[in-house]
């Protein structure tokens, strides 16, 4: 499992952060259905631990594990809001299993949305390419949308999104070079100040 530095910098964190006992999430629990602000905060931090150890089950599955934790204690702070009557921890694991559950369902769709939205844009450039072979000009919407089967702005929303993909690309390669730049000077003048 591959640890960022924001999860590592929040483990360190948590261990400053004494777990509820037993005993104390049931006394907690009590104070809680009496409205106690307190008691609410403190089974929140209290139990944030075992979010942790949730979260490490669905590891390695798309998303970081500061994401899946995020997650988990959003949920585990709307179950302890929720909570009316019953088993308090049962009824929070479950609610944060649900959360991380969801997270990570909706990441596979975004990836899944991403690569299909990609192959439809390779397939579209390879169109486009055959088809300005074959006139010898560059294809028009229309040309290109009936080869594919499409509707003129389906394929204008394609381009736009292919625009949209290059210039990001762009900017983030001229951004990686001014870093680079920077770090260049940056060596440049500790080297001119040993002198």
Do not use: H
Not at 13 to 37: H, M, N, T, Y
């Amino acid at each position: 499992m591959e640890e960022t530095i924001y999860y590592r910098m929040y483990q360190e964190e948590l261990r400053k952060i004494v777990p509820c006992s037993a005993q104390e999430r049931e006394a907690l629990v009590q104070r809680l259905a009496k409205g106690d602000a307190q008691a609410k905060k403190r089974l929140v931090e209290g139990n944030l631990e075992w979010v942790v150890a949730i979260a490490q089950e669905y590891a390695g599955k798309g998303v970081k594990m500061e994401d899946l934790v995020a997650e988990g204690n959003l949920a585990l702070a709307l179950a302890v809001e929720q909570y009316r009557e019953g088993d308090f921890l049962q009824q929070a694991k479950a609610c944060v299993r649900t959360a991380i559950q969801s997270a990570l369902e909706d990441e596979e769709g975004y990836a899944q949305t991403g690569e299909n939205v990609a192959a439809m844009i390779n397939v579209m450039n390879e169109v486009s390419t055959r088809l300005a072979e074959e006139y010898e000009r560059e294809a028009t919407v229309a040309e290109i949308a009936r080869k594919m089967r499409m509707e003129e702005d389906q394929i204008r929303e394609l381009m736009k999104m292919a625009l949209s993909a290059a210039s990001a690309n762009v900017a983030e390669e001229q951004e990686e070079e001014f870093y680079l730049d920077d770090e260049m000077v940056s060596e440049e003048n500790t080297q001119e100040d040993t002198w």
